[in-house]
């Protein structure tokens, strides 16, 4: 606890963008074989340390695995709020969630990132107990604790029920118990963000533990078994209060991005793949007349390629499907940044007008059939992944894996962990940092990304921006 509000918090996102910039960055590694425990990476960010771009610290955690994939902080600006807010509880602690495992770890970066720790380990058998959710995947601070989304339910391959949304104590850390109250039919679960001040939270669907954890089902993937629905709920009264089906062929409605600014009731959600096309899609959603609504606004082709430069997966495909699996929102609103991993493309979208979006930007690097290198020269296996924005719009960072057996099928020729970031034009463009490279140590891959003092992903603001 401290005396004052923690001085990262930021009511609006404006005073979130005016603040100084990031000076760390955590990333978390993963060992695909399980051959050693998972970790996590500091790594400086500071332009002209001597020690920029370069890891500076790591946390290794004393289990195998945990299958690290989403993390994220103990508390963020949603602290500010006027209803429920904890306005004296410090940013302080990760929450790293193994997936697999179901085991949770609390990392405490003060008094130095260079220092961190674990604080405390969650074992998965309280989660199960509490809940009877297994998988935990998303993080977000709220301002009356820490959300945390599952993908699976109970029982030892996780559909013993349905997953959701269960809430931890900001302080002890604790496990409370799920969210919900009224799920409606809600049966999968992903990505999950909020509109504190419009008290209504929104959802995503990927799919069930047998149709991730051991790689992708194709007869699932070609029959429309994965998650192609997103939910809103009545945040405060944890209630589903409606579900709006993309079609079936929208396969993987995966990360939703709501307007930062709250004044703003519409928001973003990525689709992996269309069956019908291979294309990747953004859909826009917004509120008007009490109801929520959606519609397809942007797509990104597939890209046709030989046979013999094709994974085994896609070879009756005859071409390679970008696959949407990030997606990120500038902290001003105006540019959406879209990862297609396949293709190895970071494209960058002004959505000024969020239901026209227009392509303002693309870098590429990697991909399964382009294979582009960094532009200091170094190969990057696998394509762009996490991606995560500086608070200012002016930087923006990925690594390159997307899950371990996943990334086994697409990139059967490894996936070393990489981390690159690009600079951002004021008013659109991409350009990669020559000069930032992160690489990671053999066997690990790297996923996603937090900056200290927070980040586009991760805080939920009070307040409009004036």
Not at 178 to 201: A, C, S, V
């Amino acid at each position: 606890m401290t005396m004052r509000p923690d001085p990262t918090f930021h009511a609006s996102p404006k005073l979130a963008m005016e603040a100084p910039a990031e000076n760390f960055a955590y990333t978390v590694l993963l060992s695909p074989d399980f051959s050693k425990p998972d970790a996590l990476a500091v790594i400086d960010v500071k332009p002209g340390s001597p020690t920029y771009s370069k890891i500076v610290h790591t946390v290794t955690m004393p289990n195998k695995g945990d299958e690290f994939h989403h993390f994220g902080w103990n508390a963020c600006s949603s602290a500010l709020s006027p209803l429920a807010g904890h306005a004296f509880i410090e940013r302080r602690y990760l929450i790293v969630p193994g997936m697999r495992s179901s085991r949770i770890y609390i990392i405490d970066t003060k008094p130095d990132p260079t220092q961190a720790k674990i604080h405390k380990i969650i074992e998965p058998e309280e989660v199960f107990r509490k809940t009877g959710y297994s998988r935990p995947h998303t993080i977000h601070c709220g301002p009356d604790g820490i959300y945390v989304s599952t993908l699976g339910g109970g029982g030892k391959d996780g559909t013993d029920g349905p997953p959701g949304v269960f809430i931890m104590d900001c302080e002890t850390f604790e496990v409370l118990g799920r969210w919900e109250i009224d799920r409606g039919p809600q049966t999968k679960h992903y990505d999950f963000w909020w509109n504190l001040p419009r008290d209504y939270m929104v959802s995503s669907e990927w799919a069930l533990p047998p149709q991730f954890e051991n790689g992708i089902v194709p007869e699932d993937l070609l029959s429309n078994k994965y998650g192609h629905r997103i939910h809103f709920w009545d945040l405060r009264a944890r209630r589903n209060v409606q579900t709006i089906d993309l079609g079936a062929n929208h396969q993987m409605a995966l990360e939703v991005r709501p307007a930062h600014d709250p004044v703003r009731e519409y928001g973003f959600v990525g689709v992996v793949v269309d069956t019908t096309n291979l294309e990747g899609s953004i859909w826009t959603w917004w509120r008007e007349g009490g109801k929520f609504h959606i519609q397809k606004t942007a797509t990104i082709p597939p890209e046709p390629a030989p046979k013999e430069q094709l994974p085994p997966l896609l070879q009756g495909f005859g071409a390679v499907p970008p696959l949407v699996t990030d997606i990120d929102l500038s902290m001003d609103d105006r540019f959406l940044y879209v990862s297609c991993w396949a293709t190895g493309e970071m494209r960058q979208y002004d959505v000024s007008d969020p239901r026209k979006p227009k392509l303002a930007g693309s870098v590429r690097i990697g991909g399964i059939v382009r294979r582009t290198p960094h532009p200091n020269g170094q190969a990057f296996a696998g394509g762009p992944q996490m991606v995560e924005i500086s608070r200012d719009g002016k930087r923006v960072y990925w690594t390159n894996s997307l899950y371990s057996t996943w990334d086994d099928q697409f990139y059967p020729q490894g996936i070393p962990g990489a981390e690159v970031m690009a600079n951002a034009g004021p008013g659109g463009g991409l350009e990669l940092a020559k000069d930032y490279w992160v690489s990671f140590p053999d066997g690990y891959r790297a996923h996603q990304i937090r900056l200290d003092g927070g980040d586009c992903s991760t805080d939920s603001f009070c307040y409009p921006s004036a």
